[in-house]
């Protein structure tokens, strides 16, 4: 045996992990943070009392477990899904340590050694180091099939299933890092091609959709095998709260409870989210702001001859660049961070405040104007 078989921590992890990075954006104490879609404007002061008010409640009984079905919370959830239009019962819903906790729920429910986990990239990269970590293989399925290099078609998307037969499908609208929702048409055929396997449908940033973006919620009736998964950290300006959640089906809900730790949502985070949840209204009150403001940086930067993505997100994908990573460090130097996500000549900037978005296009158009002299004739 090697000294790396027998004598480092390397060596005893699993063969599959070895060398594997973990998933982390930089944070760096900078004027101005872009790079993670989380949302720029703080908690309002109403629900910071309201939040303080509830965990000082429930303080008193940390003595004791937290509500292990969190059912108060579970059912605040399906009330908030209600109010799209769609009927969403307690029986429903899940919720998590953020949607990641969610996602690696359904993953140890559905997936594991011997299985397949398909994603068509570039996607949210967590799906799949969740489905490795748990021993799933990995399929990264294509898009780009159709007339934009992001676009996911019904017949590519039917294709790669019915090749790959895997036993879960995920599926991101709108997509994190291009901000393109899916049309349900490809989820509709995705779901009858994946006759074996679940459907996740993650719609984390649901809520900055452009109108009349149908949400998958109203394909749950009748298919079984549909999941769609959200968050609190985008549109509720939540992030620092870890609050996930999904719908599906009952039975689909209740093969969760199989792999979760016990009492997995503390009572605080019970908590703070119940708290959250009575102020919708005011927690979604920057949603319109910050969809503005996204829309601002579309426009700016096709203005400056960059070719920025339509997006449905609370983020602007954008190419045209010569050298993505050296934008990126030219940005960094002007005191703007914004998110490097290894696709070549692209960047993903999140629409934060007018100030912030003031900030990021004032640097781009320094760093835009000599790339494009340098090319001239």
């Known amino acids: 045996m090697t000294e790396l078989d027998h004598g480092s921590i390397e060596g005893l992890l699993r063969e599959d992990l070895r060398g594997g990075t973990p998933y982390g954006a930089p944070q760096l104490d900078v004027p101005v943070r872009l790079n993670t879609n989380e949302s720029s404007y703080p908690v309002p002061p109403s629900v910071v009392a309201e939040i303080t008010e509830s965990v000082a409640e429930v303080a008193a009984g940390l003595n004791r477990y937290p509500d292990r079905e969190f059912t108060d919370l579970r059912t605040a959830l399906a009330a908030y899904l209600s109010s799209s239009g769609t009927s969403v019962d307690l ?8 949607s990641n906790e969610v996602l690696q729920h359904v993953v140890l429910a559905f997936g594991g050694p011997g299985r397949t986990a ?4 570039p996607a949210y990269s967590m799906h799949p180091i969740i489905s490795a970590s748990v021993g799933t293989a990995w399929v990264d399925g294509l898009r780009g099939q159709g007339g934009s290099p992001f676009d996911l078609t019904v017949e590519s998307a039917v294709a790669q299933v019915r090749e790959h037969d895997p036993h879960v499908v995920f599926l991101c609208s709108p997509n994190n890092p291009t901000g393109t929702a899916l ?16 459907v996740v ?16 919620l109203t394909l749950l009736e009748g298919r079984p095998r549909l999941v769609v998964t959200r968050t609190m950290s985008k549109a509720f300006a939540f992030a620092g709260g870890r609050l996930g959640y999904l719908a599906a ?19 605080p985070t019970q908590a703070i989210a119940l708290a959250a949840l009575r102020h919708a209204p005011e927690m979604l009150g920057t949603v319109e702001a910050i969809k503005e403001q996204r829309d601002r940086m579309v426009t700016g930067l096709a203005e400056l001859g960059l070719e920025p993505v339509a997006s449905d997100a609370n983020f602007v994908l954008f190419g045209g660049l010569a050298d993505a990573a050296q934008t990126w460090r030219e940005l960094l130097d002007r005191g703007v961070l914004v998110r490097d996500v290894g696709i070549p000549h692209y960047l993903r900037v999140t629409a934060g405040t007018p100030d912030e978005t003031g900030a ?5 158009a320094q760093i835009a104007r000599p790339e494009q002299d340098r090319s001239a004739p």
């Open 91 to 98: 029986a429903q819903v899940w919720a998590g340590n953020g």
């Open 118 to 121: 398909l994603g068509f990239t």
């Open 249 to 267: 089906d009952p039975a689909f809900v209740d093969a969760l409870r199989l792999v979760r730790l016990p009492y997995h949502l503390s009572a």
């Open 201 to 216: 449908v993650d719609e984390a940033y649901a809520e900055f959709a452009r109108p009349g973006t149908a949400s998958a």
């Open 183 to 198: 049309g349900l048409d490809v989820v509709e055929a995705v779901y009858a091609a994946a006759e074996r396997a679940v």
């Open 360 to 364: 990021f296009l004032a640097a781009m």
